[in-house]
């Protein structure tokens, strides 16, 4: 796990040297084991590394390949190295899994990529051809961010590495885009970046860049891995999910540094930790976090799942003091409006792993992949006939209810059924509607662009409204929240974490999975459970699901009300110039006076405001 940067000068020298060592400094909490750079006039690449496997100076990067025409920077992890260094009958120097793919790539060309498996962002320079080719892994784990232009292609792991260019800073501008859809759905989704002028890499994508040239290429999409007739075997399907974890898993322990796992007593992270723990010769590492609210403290039930496995377990206890001290650093770490609050309680969680290991294993993608979340049982009944007559008069006797029912009236307020899934989403976490959007943002923000919600199935095969909401997610908040939230999260305190349950592979079976081995009667992630369970009791998991939450509506009426004196003051709104003061006026004093489900609607605006205020950007 890496930090990664570089840029191609396509007409004249535009940056050097000087400009690539600013920018790889910028990323040095991704890699503070050691730096290395490479400048030809022509391309620059530069590299911060965290040694995870194969310690030794000798496969610091850049790399320069066996024939010395290649030179390559890698941020991430390839786990089948071993069997791609044999398969293709590779000399190596090191016992490194850059090396392999450098290697690979000289070769088979970019498709060595088709053959990796793992996370990942990868640069190589064909200083013959004087070509750069930048590759994003499937899931799109590992971030890429780019600026590009006639003159110069500029990229790099995170947007603090960009923006301090000054000849790229002097450039940008708030992308209005950007606004609405964080406003809509708390996260900014690719390939959009709050800067008009830098956009994110696509997962699974190959771009190439010349002086002439620029392309970018999807080698792997998700709806592609979609097959015309689903699994409908249970024991068939239990056999084949536990054995690709259990493979996924193994994989993703190799490693030359201490590893442990992130265990928050839910379903996901309990079967990786269980498996580890299987596999293990030795207790593993265990981390989880509670809270002092009783309502939001799963660390009993993690703490229980430890004890069952055997597990080296640790667990803190997060204050309001503590998150208000880390409050004030969101803005630097995620570098644009981020409103997942749970990136507090993943930041804290990081820096108490990093104190004993240098690695560990998440449970990420097991709601999206099997069903976990409320929001798809919401799509199915949404979705049936008759619906729409009845949600009219619905809407408006919930109104007049309790802040729960009120959520529920959002919810059935939708705009177009093309737009059903973002509106689904956007309700279930409590974000902004598209008609208060319409009302929240001055004139020269507004629009809410749709975002694709429908792909091509092949055919025979149909999708529930439940499947097509979790490809959704799939495709957007797995990629551009969740996973956004833990790379930078953990990178902040220089730990590396694998995500077991995104293998390519698993990803595929999931999606290949018919939905009713996914949601029973019994509830979600049924599938899931039954290979959990052969690994720790049913009964330790019989409770409701929380999630990985804060209590983001307790703390801004008592610690954290200072962000809202703070950035939502008359002064603070009217210099950034995104929204209308008076609606944000309203909105507090709904919520003051006892609207509680519009938490995070007032988050999304300190967010976006603190932000705009630590940034010195406005949209005036």
């Given at each position: 796990?890496?930090?990664?940067?570089?840029?191609?000068?396509?007409?004249?020298?535009?940056?050097?040297?000087?400009?690539?060592?600013?920018?790889?400094?910028?990323?040095?909490?991704?890699?503070?084991?050691?730096?290395?750079?490479?400048?030809?006039?022509?391309?620059?690449?530069?590299?911060?590394?965290?040694?995870?496997?194969?310690?030794?100076?000798a496969?610091?990067?850049?790399m320069?390949?066996?024939?010395?025409?290649?030179?390559?920077?890698?941020?991430?992890?390839?786990?089948?190295?071993?069997e791609?260094r044999?398969?293709?009958?590779?000399?190596?120097?090191?016992?490194?899994?850059?090396?392999?793919?450098?290697?690979?790539?000289?070769?088979?060309?970019?498709?060595?990529?088709?053959?990796?498996?793992?996370?990942?962002?990868?640069?190589?320079?064909?200083?013959?051809?004087?070509?750069?080719?930048?590759?994003?892994?499937?899931?799109?784990?590992?971030?890429?961010?780019?600026?590009?232009?006639?003159?110069?292609?500029?990229?790099?792991?995170?947007?603090?590495?960009?923006?301090?260019?000054?000849?790229?800073?002097?450039?940008?501008?708030?992308?209005?885009?950007?606004?609405?859809?964080?406003?809509?759905?708390?996260?900014?989704?690719?390939?959009?970046?709050?800067?008009?002028?830098?956009?994110?890499?696509?997962?699974?994508?190959?771009?190439?860049?010349?002086?002439?040239?620029f392309?970018?290429m999807?080698?792997?999409?998700?709806?592609?891995?979609?097959?015309?007739?689903?699994?409908?075997?249970?024991?068939?399907?239990?056999?084949?999910?536990?054995?690709?974890?259990?493979s996924?898993?193994?994989?993703?322990?190799?490693?030359?540094?201490?590893?442990?796992?992130?265990?928050?007593?839910?379903?996901?992270?309990?079967?990786?930790?269980?498996?580890?723990?299987?596999?293990?010769?030795?207790?593993?590492?265990?981390?989880?976090?509670?809270?002092?609210?009783?309502?939001?403290?799963?660390?009993?039930?993690?703490?229980?799942?430890?004890?069952?496995?055997?597990?080296?377990?640790?667990?803190?206890?997060?204050?309001?003091?503590?998150?208000?001290?880390?409050?004030?650093?969101?803005?630097?770490?995620?570098?644009?409006?981020?409103?997942?609050?749970?990136?507090?309680?993943?930041?804290?969680?990081?820096?108490?792993?990093?104190?004993?290991?240098?690695?560990?294993?998440?449970?990420?993608?097991?709601?999206?992949?099997?069903?976990?979340?409320?929001?798809?049982?919401?799509?199915?009944?949404?979705?049936?006939?008759?619906?729409?007559?009845?949600?009219?008069?619905a809407?408006?006797?919930?109104?007049?209810?309790?802040?729960?029912?009120?959520r529920?009236?959002?919810?059935?307020?939708?705009?177009?059924?093309?737009?059903?899934?973002?509106?689904?989403?956007?309700?279930?976490?409590?974000?902004?509607?598209?008609g208060?959007?319409?009302?929240?943002?001055?004139?020269n923000?507004?629009?809410?662009?749709?975002?694709?919600?429908?792909?091509?199935?092949?055919?025979?095969?149909?999708?529930?409204?439940?499947?097509?909401?979790?490809?959704?997610?799939?495709?957007?908040?797995?990629?551009?929240?969740?996973?956004?939230?833990?790379?930078?999260?953990?990178?902040?305190?220089?730990?590396?974490?694998?995500?077991?349950?995104?293998?390519?592979?698993?990803?595929?079976?999931?999606?290949?999975?018919?939905?009713?081995?996914?949601?029973?009667?019994?509830?979600?992630?049924?599938?899931?459970?039954?290979?959990?369970?052969?690994?720790?009791?049913?009964?330790?998991?019989?409770?409701?699901?929380?999630?990985?939450?804060?209590?983001l509506?307790?703390?801004?009426?008592?610690?954290?009300?200072?962000?809202?004196?703070?950035?939502?003051?008359?002064?603070?709104?009217?210099?950034a110039?995104?929204?209308?003061?008076?609606?944000?006026?309203?909105?507090?004093?709904?919520?003051?006076?006892?609207?509680?489900?519009?938490?995070?609607?007032?988050?999304?605006?300190?967010?976006?405001?603190?932000?705009?205020?630590?940034?010195?950007?406005?949209n005036?």
């Open positions: 796990m890496c930090g990664i940067s570089g840029f191609l000068n396509r007409r004249q020298v535009t940056f050097r040297e000087d400009a690539l060592r600013s920018m790889t400094t910028c990323l040095a909490h991704r890699g503070p084991d050691a730096d290395g750079f490479y400048f030809n006039g022509h391309v620059g690449l530069g590299h911060r590394r965290l040694s995870i496997m194969d310690l030794s100076s496969a610091n990067q850049p320069l390949s066996h024939d010395e025409r290649y030179i390559a920077i890698f941020n991430g992890e390839v786990y089948n190295f071993q791609i044999q398969e293709l009958g590779l000399r190596t120097r090191t016992a490194s899994d850059t090396e392999v793919i450098l290697e690979a790539y000289v070769k088979l060309g970019p498709a060595f990529v088709h053959k990796l498996n793992g996370m990942f962002a990868i640069a190589i320079y064909d200083k013959q051809a004087g070509t750069l080719d930048v590759f994003r892994d499937r899931m799109g784990i590992k971030p890429v961010y780019y600026y590009l232009s006639d003159d110069i292609f500029v990229f790099a792991s995170e947007l603090k590495s960009l923006v301090a260019l000054p000849e790229i800073q002097r450039q940008l501008s708030v992308n209005a885009v950007a606004v609405n859809q964080f406003l809509h759905i708390g996260y900014i989704p690719r390939p959009h970046t709050i800067y008009t002028q830098i956009q994110k890499m696509d997962s699974g994508a190959h771009i190439r860049v010349t002086n002439e040239e392309k970018q999807r080698y792997w999409k998700l709806e592609d891995q979609i097959e015309a007739e689903p699994i409908r075997d249970p024991i068939q399907a239990k056999q084949e999910l536990g054995d690709l974890l259990k996924s898993v193994r994989y993703r322990m190799i490693a030359d540094v201490p590893f442990g796992t992130f265990l928050s007593g839910g379903i996901d992270s309990s079967v990786v930790t269980a498996i580890a723990q299987s596999i293990s010769s030795k207790p593993v590492r265990t981390f989880s976090i509670g809270f002092e609210s009783a309502k939001h403290n799963e660390s009993s039930y993690a703490a229980a799942v430890a004890m069952h496995l055997g597990t080296d377990h640790h667990t803190f206890t997060v204050t309001e003091r503590e998150a208000r001290d880390m409050v004030a650093e969101l803005a630097t770490i995620y570098d644009e409006p981020f409103a997942d609050s749970s990136a507090l309680p993943t930041l804290m969680v990081s820096k108490l792993a990093r104190q004993h290991v240098t690695m560990t294993l998440s449970g990420d993608g097991g709601d999206e992949l099997f069903h976990g979340y409320g929001m798809y049982t919401w799509a199915n009944r949404m979705n049936k006939t008759g619906f729409d007559a009845l949600r009219h008069p809407k408006f006797l919930l109104r007049n209810m309790g802040s729960r029912y009120k529920v009236a959002e919810l059935l307020d939708y705009p177009a059924r093309e737009r059903m899934r973002s509106h689904i989403f956007s309700q279930e976490q409590y974000m902004f509607s598209e208060e959007i319409s009302k929240l943002l001055q004139p923000v507004a629009g809410l662009p749709a975002l694709q919600e429908r792909w091509l199935l092949p055919e025979g095969r149909t999708f529930t409204a439940a499947e097509e909401q979790a490809l959704f997610d799939m495709q957007y908040y797995l990629q551009d929240d969740l996973l956004v939230k833990v790379d930078r999260a953990t990178m902040k305190y220089s730990l590396e974490t694998r995500v077991p349950l995104l293998d390519y592979r698993i990803v595929r079976f999931a999606l290949n999975v018919a939905p009713e081995l996914k949601v029973t009667k019994q509830g979600n992630k049924h599938l899931l459970k039954q290979v959990l369970y052969d690994y720790v009791p049913q009964h330790i998991f019989d409770r409701p699901k929380w999630g990985f939450s804060v209590p509506g307790t703390w801004l009426r008592t610690d954290l009300h200072y962000l809202i004196d703070e950035y939502l003051s008359e002064k603070a709104v009217s210099e110039g995104f929204v209308h003061f008076g609606v944000v006026k309203n909105l507090l004093q709904r919520f003051e006076a006892g609207g509680d489900y519009l938490y995070n609607r007032v988050w999304l605006l300190i967010v976006l405001h603190q932000w705009a205020a630590t940034h010195r950007l406005s005036q």
